[in-house]
């Protein structure tokens, strides 16, 4: 029961706590617990993917040299960061422990939360609807957060971050989400209609989060993701599902041409306008140019430095995306870490290619998006990465006819067999 509440608060009110000196969440507390119960699951969750345990290994090693070398030149907050970073990719035994069925049941629920919320957030304010303590950390400033308070010229936000305190994270979280359930085979017919909603929202929730570093790669990989939904079908129904789609987009082209909705226009600026006249990525290249201009600047006995445990914590300043782990950490925890993201992406896309339509999608975020530097992003990647690769699960599609030899049931994310 433990697991299934820690599932459901890093889901549902990831930032549910108080600012304790550093944020301390309800989540993260409960992670500690979780962890202890499922501790001989993590190592096991480890090895059921190919490669991860060795990637993990050498990021986490490049870490601790770091934070050793820069003992004293760095805030608590820092020293928080770097080891929810290193800690998070733990979650993976939680989420190999859990009954599938249960699993995708309590995401559907948080996936429809996060989503109505945001929803409510963009008709009624972000501050207004807010509850301390729940929907964001209590004694931090909401306003504050990067939710694109005074981009727009009304002062309004255009990002509806829900209960994730920022449209990035909580749009990282709906990708990984939708895929998933999209993949998911339920049991009755209240799962199914449960199933419905929750991508229904889901979809709301990711097209109100404003992040464009999430929807562009969500938009590019929209078709493979809709071919796979296809192949889940019979040959009769992929012809109804693709009349369906085909409909829907007509519909949709219509109301577009012939509508004036400020809401659809507000979203044009936010996630085709802005991005067309802002070739910085609101400001990201100038923080690389200025970080690379850093590097040429140091000598040679420096630059050995950077390249084995990354710049003094001190001296570094503020990056966004992949660039601040090489920063941080060095080439080789770099490297680390890019192999342990890779490494679960694959484990999952060899067992359900649909499924890991979300992850790729968030791995292709965070070249230029630092969220996985901040709880639940790397707790929910790796929590969903356990989940879907326990051992007796295995991708299927509508023409199969038998069971796998090993005994396991078929990748529906069902109950396995025993």
């Known amino acids: 029961m433990l697991n299934y509440i820690f599932e459901f608060m890093t889901f549902a009110f990831p930032k549910a706590g108080a600012q304790i000196g550093v944020p301390f969440t309800?989540?993260?507390?409960?992670?500690?617990?979780?962890?202890?119960?499922?501790?001989?699951?993590?190592?096991?969750?480890f090895m059921q993917v190919k490669g991860l345990a060795f990637s993990y290994t050498l990021f986490v090693s490049v870490v601790l040299v770091s934070l050793l070398v820069n003992l004293g030149n760095f805030p608590v907050f820092q020293l928080?960061?770097?080891?929810?970073?290193?800690?998070?990719?733990?979650a993976i035994g939680i989420g190999r422990s859990l009954n599938p069925q249960t699993a995708l049941k309590i995401l559907a629920?948080?996936?429809?939360?996060?989503?109505?919320?945001?929803?409510?957030?963009?008709?009624?304010?972000?501050?207004?609807?807010?509850?301390?303590?729940?929907?964001?950390?209590?004694?931090?400033?909401?306003?504050?957060?990067?939710?694109?308070?005074?981009?727009?010229?009304?002062?309004?936000?255009?990002?509806?971050?829900?209960t994730y305190q920022n449209g990035n994270g909580a749009g990282l979280f709906y990708a990984m989400g939708i895929p998933i359930l999209l993949a998911w085979s339920p049991f009755s017919a209240k799962q199914k209609v449960l199933k419905v909603v929750a991508i229904l929202f889901g979809c709301v929730g990711l097209l109100l989060s404003g992040s464009r570093s999430i929807m562009i790669p969500f938009v590019l990989f929209l078709i493979v993701l809709l071919?796979?939904?296809?192949?889940?079908?019979?040959?009769?129904n992929q012809i109804l599902?693709?009349?369906s789609l085909m409909f829907i987009a007509a519909v949709g082209i219509v109301y577009l041409l012939q509508s004036d909705n400020q809401f659809l226009q507000q979203l044009y600026t936010r996630y085709i306008t802005q991005t067309l006249s802002d070739p910085t990525g609101a400001g990201r290249t100038s923080q690389f140019v200025a970080a690379f201009a850093q590097i040429?600047?140091?000598?040679?006995?420096?630059?050995?430095?950077?390249?084995?445990?990354?710049?003094?914590?001190d001296q570094v300043g503020v990056l966004e995306g992949f660039v601040s782990i090489?920063?941080?950490?060095?080439?080789?925890?770099?490297?680390?870490?890019?192999?342990?993201?890779?490494?679960?992406?694959?484990?999952?896309?060899?067992?359900?290619?649909?499924?890991?339509?979300?992850?790729?999608?968030?791995?292709?975020?965070?070249?230029?998006?630092?969220?996985?530097?901040?709880?639940?992003?790397?707790?929910?990647?790796?929590?969903?990465t356990g989940l879907l690769t326990q051992p007796g699960l295995q991708e299927t599609s509508h023409n199969s006819k038998t069971m796998p030899s090993n005994g396991g049931t078929p990748f529906s994310l069902q109950e396995k067999k025993v």
Do not use: H
């Open 80 to 90: 928080a960061t770097v080891m929810m970073v290193i800690a998070s990719p733990l």
């Open 109 to 162: 629920i948080s996936l429809i939360i996060v989503g109505v919320y945001a929803l409510i957030q963009r008709i009624v304010g972000i501050v207004t609807t807010s509850i301390p303590g729940v929907t964001y950390t209590f004694g931090q400033d909401l306003a504050n957060k990067p939710i694109g308070y005074g981009m727009a010229a009304s002062g309004e936000a255009q990002k509806m971050p829900s």
């Open 296 to 313: 040429n600047a140091l000598n040679g006995l420096g630059f050995l430095r950077f390249l084995c445990v990354g710049l003094p914590w």
């Open 227 to 236: 071919v796979l939904v296809k192949n889940k079908f019979s040959y009769r």
């Open 326 to 384: 090489l920063f941080n950490y060095g080439l080789f925890g770099f490297i680390g870490f890019l192999f342990v993201l890779a490494a679960a992406i694959y484990g999952i896309y060899e067992r359900n290619k649909l499924a890991s339509i979300g992850f790729i999608c968030v791995f292709i975020a965070f070249i230029v998006d630092g969220s996985f530097n901040f709880p639940p992003t790397l707790m929910n990647f790796f929590f969903l």
């Open 26 to 45: 309800i989540a993260i507390f409960l992670f500690l617990f979780a962890l202890l119960k499922c501790q001989y699951q993590v190592i096991p969750g």
């Open 241 to 243: 599902f693709f009349s």
